[in-house]
């Protein structure tokens, strides 16, 4: 249930945004944000929204995979 809903966010958020990450989220530029710069940039973050965000698993968390989640309310 929870993989369809993600899906479809999926889908409506690569139809939308212009996608960036909030200024100065990505400290190191890379393009993805890693677990520390998720927790300085949300610092209630938990483990399981953690885990909800990295849709792929990766342990980063993507442009993509951020978008999703603060467009699907995930992430404030
Ligand atoms: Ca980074
Ligand atoms: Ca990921």
Same mark, same amino acid.
């Given at each position: 249930?929870?993989?369809?809903l993600?899906?479809?966010v999926?889908? +409506?958020?690569? /139809? %939308? *945004? /212009? +996608? *960036?990450?909030?200024e100065?989220?990505d *400290?190191?530029?890379?393009?993805v +944000?890693?677990?520390?710069e998720?927790? /300085? *940039?949300?610092?209630d973050l938990?483990r399981?929204?953690l885990?909800a965000?990295?849709t792929?698993?990766?342990?980063?968390? %993507? +442009?993509?995979e951020w978008?999703? /989640?603060?467009e %699907?309310?995930?992430?404030?």
């Amino acid at each position: 249930m929870k993989k369809i809903l993600l899906t479809s966010v999926t889908i +409506l958020g690569f /139809a %939308s *945004a /212009a +996608l *960036a990450f909030d200024e100065g989220m990505d *400290a190191d530029n890379d393009g993805v +944000l890693s677990e520390s710069e998720m927790v /300085a *940039a949300y610092p209630d973050l938990t483990r399981e929204i953690l885990d909800a965000v990295d849709t792929d698993n990766d342990g980063n968390v %993507s +442009l993509e995979e951020w978008t999703i /989640a603060t467009e %699907s309310g995930l992430l404030g």
